[in-house]
């Protein structure tokens, strides 16, 4: 109920449902901070997640997409929230970080403008970064990374037009 009533822009009746629960699971407190998350409440939801912990209640791989979704939601992306929290998954939690979680840590810092440590990541996963990583990494890079970038979406999803229109504008940049 609370991420159906948060879908349809019911914010306060996702919260009411979240409020009279009588007992709340992970499922129920990842709900919740999706839900500020998608209405834009990014320090709610952090806040939200920090309470879920003093609860008691042990978050799962969902609960870390939603509250990195919520730190790189937020205005100015809060970077380091999300790495803090990164840094405590498997740490504190026993939560392997996926290719998902990874994908989001790469979009905050394309957003931050930091392609540098962008790149690093994506070579340092411990997968084959995919089509959206590239594409982040285009979409934030000066032209010396986005020939590289541009090259990898391709090669990745031949039928993308962005990696061919971001290239040429790099090259065009070049001349």
Known sequence: MISAYSTNSELPKSVAAFNSAPQKNVVAWSAMISAYAR?????????????????????????????????????????????????????????????????????????????????DLMQHMPFQPGVVAWTNLLLSSGHHHQLDAAKNVAQLDSKLAIPYVLWSNARARES
């Open 39 to 119: 209405h834009g409440l990014h320090s709610d939801a952090v806040r939200t997640f920090s309470t879920m912990d003093l609860e008691g209640v042990r978050p799962n791989k969902i609960t870390f997409l939603n509250v990195l979704d919520a730190c790189g939601s937020a205005r100015r992306g809060e970077l380091a929230t999300a790495l803090d929290h990164c840094s405590s998954m498997a740490a504190d939690f026993d939560v392997e970080m996926t290719e998902e979680h990874y994908v989001c840590v790469v979009d905050m810092l394309a957003r931050a403008r930091i392609p540098g440590d962008c790149r």
